[in-house]
């Protein structure tokens, strides 16, 4: 045994060993307190700052109102553990859970999952306020919102815009959904000239006009916008061609509308006071009939509305009513000159008119007008047609030839000399 104190060697080993026995036990705790770790390893924290909170609740039947977007956490550990936390991917979740349980306010311990062994986690606040609210859906109409109206083309109107779909869904909270005012898209209409469609965002408005956070369903809508261009009513002529049957009349001619509506530029729609070129062919009337016709676009015209009418024939037997003893008129002598009638001599004729007995029953004498044409004529006897000039649906028959002098207002002589001579002659 002397021998071993003596070696050297042997006290070196010996003061070894006592060093390690002591190092030992003056860190028998912290081998306790990191449980797999290393004698001699130091443990530290580190702060995790803004860490998402994720709250789970029935989202089918919920709408979550307020809770807490991030929590602060602290982790303790060893730092080799804590090292690989702060490089590894991080799967760790911070969260409150109210799947099983009601709508309402909830004060909640967050929990956490998925971090390393050997971590303490400390998450701060441990309880947060979070409230659910009953979900609803609530449909509601589409305010359709024209902007820039007064910056459409000169004479130009706009009509009433439809949305498409006409309303959208919204889903929130019942608090939410009672905050709703208004559901609005809105579309420019600058420098339109013509109807048009275009695809508006829905927006979701309180009471103060204020833009809610809200999604609609759909969010957007297809909005159509009617612009008319300048436009007026004139009505129709209906023009007729050929001839009715032998022994039948007219009755009545009507369109419907009386009508139309043309559409145009201002220039060119305020020269047109009414419609023609609509043509109805009485030779082949055998009856009352409804023709559909359609209706001509005057140059310039952009269209007209309707493009089609109906035009109806009412027609009857045809009768005869005398009127006895009509003046005959002078149209178109020459200034400075005179008439006077030869043939006959008093210048009044009976007058025979043809025509439906409805017609005919309601014709009074200052509806019609017999005369004749003297433009262009000289002194001296003239035969000339003896003309008619009256309502719709009546034809004058059998006219005769008038027989008329036209001759200088200042000479009465020569009106004289000419009747004399028409006289004498007669007699020879």
Known sequence: ????????????????????????????????????GIPGISSTSRELVDVPLTVYYDEDRHVLTEAPETVQVTVRGPNNILNQFRYARQNY????????????????????RDFPNGITVTVSPSTVRVIT??????????????????????GYTVGTPQATPSSVDITAAQGLVEQIATV??????????????????????????????????????????????????????I???GTLPEGMAIENITSEPGVVTIYGPVD??????????????????????????????????????????????????????????????VTGLQEGRSYTFLEPDDGVVNLVLMGSPG??????????????????????????????????????????????????SDSEDEREEIIEDDQSGDTS
């Open 268 to 329: 060119v729609i305020n020269d047109i006071s009414f419609i023609d070129g609509i043509k109805i062919n009485l030779s082949d009337i055998t009856g009352d009939d409804v023709i559909e016709i359609p209706v001509p676009v005057p140059n310039g015209v952009e269209r007209v509305e309707p493009e089609t009418i109906l035009v109806t024939v009412d027609v009857s037997q045809e009768e005869t009513r005398e009127f006895s003893e009509v003046p005959i008129d």
């Open 359 to 408: 017609v005919l029953g309601r014709i009074e004498r200052g509806e019609f007008q017999l005369y004749v044409d003297l433009e262009g004529l000289g002194d001296g006897e003239h035969e000339v047609p003896l003309l008619f000039n009256g309502p719709q649906n009546v034809r004058a028959e059998g006219l005769p030839s008038i027989s008329i002098l036209i001759y200088d």
């Open 1 to 36: 045994m002397d021998k071993w104190f003596n070696n050297p060697w042997f006290i070196k080993g010996i003061s070894v060993v006592i060093a390690i026995l002591l190092f030992l036990m003056v860190n028998y705790e912290n081998v306790n307190n990191q449980p797999g």
């Open 239 to 241: 023009e007729r061609e």
């Open 133 to 154: 609210q009953e979900k609803q859906t609530v449909s509601f109409p589409v305010d359709v919102e024209l902007t820039n109206q007064g910056a459409i083309e000169d």
């Open 184 to 237: 609005r898209a809105s579309v420019d209409v600058t420098g339109r000239n013509a109807t048009f469609q275009e695809t508006a965002s829905v927006t979701v408005l309180d009471q103060s006009g204020n833009v809610l956070n809200l999604n609609p369903d759909p969010p957007a809508v297809e909005v159509t916008v009617p612009i008319t261009s300048p436009n007026k009513e004139v009505p129709l002529r």
């Open 93 to 112: 979740e911070i969260f409150v859970d109210l799947r099983e349980k009601e709508a309402g306010t909830h004060y909640e311990r967050v929990q956490y």
